[in-house]
T-cell receptor
Framework: IAGITQAPTSQILAAGRRMTLRCTQDMRHNAMYWYRQDLGLGLRLIHYSNTAGTTGKGEVPDGYSVSRANTDDFPLTLASAVPSQTSVYFC?????????????FGEGSRLTVL | GQNIDQPTEMTATEGAIVQINCTYQTSGFNGLFWYQQHAGEAPTFLSYNVLDGLEEKGRFSSFLSRSKGYSYLLLKELQMKDSASYLCAVVDSNYQLIWGAGTKLIIKP
């Protein structure tokens, strides 16, 4: 089934540990995004990539890094997790950048940092 | 600063009509999205407005007034499955997507 796969779906992590959230798409979309969603707040953009080989910082990039080695994969790494990074993380894709097209979201990764 | 305002929560009755408002103050405007998000699930696209007026798509309609910085999502013939959060998002002049916190819609029988 075509779509976006995120892994893991849920994880509890000790503070200070390194963690990579994986995102893979098979829709051949150029643009990919990582958002975090916290109660009472709108979705906040962490990092984005308009095309393979390029990445950019979003609204809340500190403590996170990404890479885009190919079209399909866009992993998000927390180098040293902190409790404030407890959140639900959504990977999303779009046909192109500029945010004028529909976003397609993965099912989310729920991360708890203790 | 940039701001998207939506009511936090609304309640409506099955079979009725509900209007969810969204007002925005952003640096420029390049379109407005509505997404639906069921609890514990991912957001899914509902509509995109870039010109003023009403766009109808089945039971759902979305309205935009750029001069007033205002949009609404109209849901008709409400069904229990419409219980969800509805997210408003605006594309600003730099093509950044600014998200509202969402409106939780509760449908009662």
């Amino acid at each position: 089934i075509a779509g976006i796969t995120q892994a893991p779906t849920s994880q509890i992590l000790a503070a200070g540990r390194r963690m990579t959230l994986r995102c893979t798409q098979d829709m051949r979309h150029n643009a990919m995004y990582w958002y975090r969603q916290d109660l009472g707040l709108g979705l906040r953009l962490i990092h984005y990539s308009n095309t393979a080989g390029t990445t950019g910082k979003g609204e809340v990039p500190d403590g996170y890094s990404v890479s885009r080695a190919n079209t399909d994969d866009f992993p998000l790494t927390l180098a040293s997790a902190v409790p404030s990074q407890t959140s639900v993380y959504f990977c999303a894709t779009a046909v192109g950048g500029l945010n004028t097209g529909e976003l397609f979201f993965g099912e989310g990764s729920r991360l708890t940092v203790l | 600063g940039q701001n998207i305002d939506q009511p936090t929560e609304m309640t409506a009755t099955e079979g009725a009509i509900v209007q969810i408002n969204c007002t925005y103050q952003t640096s420029g405007f390049n379109g407005l999205f509505w997404y639906q998000q069921h609890a514990g699930e991912a957001p899914t696209f509902l509509s995109y407005n870039v010109l003023d007026g009403l766009e109808e798509k089945g039971r759902f309609s979305s309205f935009l007034s750029r001069s007033k910085g205002y949009s609404y999502l109209l849901l008709k013939e409400l069904q229990m499955k419409d219980s969800a959060s509805y997210l408003c998002a605006v594309v600003d002049s730099n093509y950044q997507l600014i998200w509202g916190a969402g409106t939780k819609l509760i449908i009662k029988p």
